[in-house]
């Protein structure tokens, strides 16, 4: 109404309006339904580790958490664990334990409750004081919490500036041509149609309302995501064969070959007056010459975030694996553990260790290619660990978490200027859609303008 659209644009926003409520309500409940699951998630990993503590057994555990915790889904699957321990039959090598503990896993894939539970099965099979063990993991958790709600406040920031450019968007492209309808009225009356019945005007409209409801429902879907970190990661282990494989002068050559085709077009181009043609591979040519720096800008871009991601899991899970082991030991059994893209550089650290376990180089090539400062950093710690004794074996460990949480602060980082330039393309929709619809409306008012003239004259 307030764009003057015709019975059947109306009907057709009506029905795309209809249409998108039914999600509009599911992704409404989606989200309050993931942040229940986030915060059933933390409440049991911490209620876990504080009733493991006491009596270090995880079926004691386990039976505590089931009465503390509400009645819901992570009660159900507490006591569908439970029953498996009591039940006592094991179906793999992994044993009892691993097996009823993968039941709240798969109700709740995520890979924080999965480094806890490997945390209650080691301490129950090795014993000893897990104390430590217990307070790194809570104080991981809490800085994790942290960081997710950061990450929500940060995104529902964003989708209130899109609501914002979406009510900003349609009142200034309304306004506009009211403002245009009513220059031509002050010029008196006239058999020229009202600017609002102009064919232009009334599909920019349409259009224009179609993208402002689209970029809503958009960006209440951002709402829903990011809560538990149970997405598959994006591998990056071509990109970083890549790089430990890259030679740039054969690169350059090989470049110089792809190149060489499109040069030969554009000179036949130029020789039969096909300039523009010419110009076209011209610029092919000059892209597929440098094509080699551009892939490896890319992959180093690719792989320095899939480490930002994978070392803070990687540097806890050794902080946990040196509360047990010495530092060889422990970068041995933590490859496994690893994402694949640290798998191969862990290795061939654990092999040059196992060659020269004095030599400080051993460790500082590991990742040496990427421009990392953080992972020097740690390898000189482990190296110091290594050579240290254990004297002040704790004292190190707690630097090297204090490490792990910066690590972890970088990789929110990382992900809010994704999550921030998301936002911004959002916001961009609305405001690209009333550029356009300005222009079509100001030509049309004005081609409607000089037809009024005509009349006059």
Request: net charge negative; hydrophobic share 45%.
């Given at each position: 109404m307030f764009f003057k659209l015709e019975l059947v644009y109306i009907v057709a926003v009506g029905a795309v309006a209809l249409s998108m409520l039914p999600v509009l309500i599911i992704d409404m409940y989606r989200?309050?339904?993931?942040?229940?699951?986030?915060?059933?998630?933390?409440?049991?990993?911490e209620q876990?580790?504080?009733?493991?503590?006491?009596?270090?057994?995880?079926?004691?555990a386990l039976r505590e958490c089931e009465?503390?915790?509400?009645?819901?889904?992570?009660?159900?699957?507490?006591?569908?664990?439970?029953?498996?321990?009591?039940?006592?039959?094991?179906?793999?090598?992994?044993?009892?334990?691993?097996?009823?503990?993968?039941?709240?896993?798969?109700?709740?894939?995520?890979?924080?409750?999965?480094?806890?539970?490997?945390?209650?099965?080691?301490?129950?099979?090795?014993?000893?004081?897990?104390?430590?063990?217990?307070?790194?993991?809570?104080?991981?958790?809490?800085?994790w919490k942290r960081q997710v709600y950061e990450l929500q406040k940060d995104k529902k920031v964003g989708h209130t500036d899109c609501i914002f450019s979406i009510v900003g968007a349609a009142l200034t492209s309304g306004l506009a041509v009211y403002l245009m309808d009513q220059v031509k009225n002050t010029m008196g009356s006239s058999p020229v149609a009202s600017i609002f019945t102009l064919l232009p005007v009334q599909l920019t409209s349409f259009v224009l309302i179609l993208i402002c409801l689209f970029t809503f429902a958009g960006s209440s879907r951002k709402l829903v995501q990011d809560w538990m970190d149970g997405k598959k990661k994006?591998?990056?282990?071509?990109?970083?064969?890549?790089?430990?494989?890259?030679?740039a002068g054969k690169e350059g050559r090989k470049s110089i070959l792809l190149?060489?085709?499109?040069?030969?077009?554009?000179?036949?181009?130029?020789?039969?007056?096909?300039?523009?043609?010419?110009?076209?591979?011209?610029?092919?040519?000059?892209?597929?010459?440098?094509?080699?720096?551009?892939?490896?800008?890319?992959?180093?871009?690719?792989?320095?975030?899939?480490?930002?991601?994978?070392?803070?899991?990687?540097?806890?899970?050794?902080?946990?694996?040196?509360?047990?082991?010495?530092?060889?030991?422990?970068?041995?059994?933590s490859v496994s553990h690893a994402e694949s893209i640290l798998q191969p550089e862990l290795t061939a650290l654990v092999?040059?260790?196992?060659?020269?376990?004095?030599?400080?180089?051993?460790?500082?090539?590991?990742?040496?290619?990427?421009?990392?400062?953080?992972?020097?950093?740690?390898?000189?710690?482990?190296?110091?660990?290594?050579?240290?004794?254990?004297?002040?074996m704790q004292v190190q460990i707690s630097n090297l978490v204090a490490h792990v949480n910066k690590l972890r602060e970088k990789e929110l980082e990382l992900k809010n200027e994704k999550i921030v330039f998301q936002a911004r393309m959002m916001i961009m929709y609305p405001v690209a859609a009333t550029t356009?619809?300005?222009?079509?409306?100001?030509?049309?008012?004005?081609?409607?303008?000089?037809?009024?003239?005509?009349?006059?004259i």
């Open positions: 989200r309050m339904y993931e942040q229940k699951r986030f915060a059933d998630v933390t409440d049991y990993m876990i580790l504080f009733s493991f503590r006491k009596e270090r057994k995880i079926l004691s009465q503390a915790l509400p009645d819901g889904q992570m009660r159900a699957a507490i006591w569908e664990a439970v029953a498996y321990v009591e039940a006592g039959t094991a179906t793999t090598e992994e044993g009892v334990y691993t097996e009823a503990l993968a039941l709240i896993e798969k109700r709740y894939p995520c890979k924080k409750i999965h480094t806890v539970h490997e945390l209650l099965v080691s301490a129950e099979e090795r014993g000893g004081d897990v104390g430590t063990s217990i307070d790194l993991m809570v104080e991981d958790i809490e800085v994006k591998d990056v282990l071509h990109a970083y064969e890549y790089l430990t494989h890259y030679d190149s060489l085709p499109s040069l030969v077009i554009a000179i036949v181009c130029i020789a039969f007056n096909l300039s523009a043609v010419a110009v076209i591979f011209v610029v092919l040519a000059v892209f597929m010459l440098f094509q080699h720096r551009v892939n490896c800008s890319v992959y180093r871009s690719d792989v320095k975030n899939a480490l930002y991601e994978a070392l803070p899991e990687w540097m806890f899970d050794m902080a946990l694996l040196l509360q047990y082991n010495n530092v060889q030991v422990s970068l041995a059994e092999e040059r260790i196992r060659k020269d376990p004095a030599e400080i180089q051993s460790y500082l090539q590991f990742f040496a290619g990427v421009d990392i400062p953080e992972i020097a950093t740690c390898m000189k710690m482990l190296y110091s660990m290594s050579n240290d004794g254990t004297g002040n356009v619809k300005l222009l079509i409306d100001m030509a049309s008012g004005t081609v409607l303008l000089f037809q009024l003239f005509g009349t006059m």
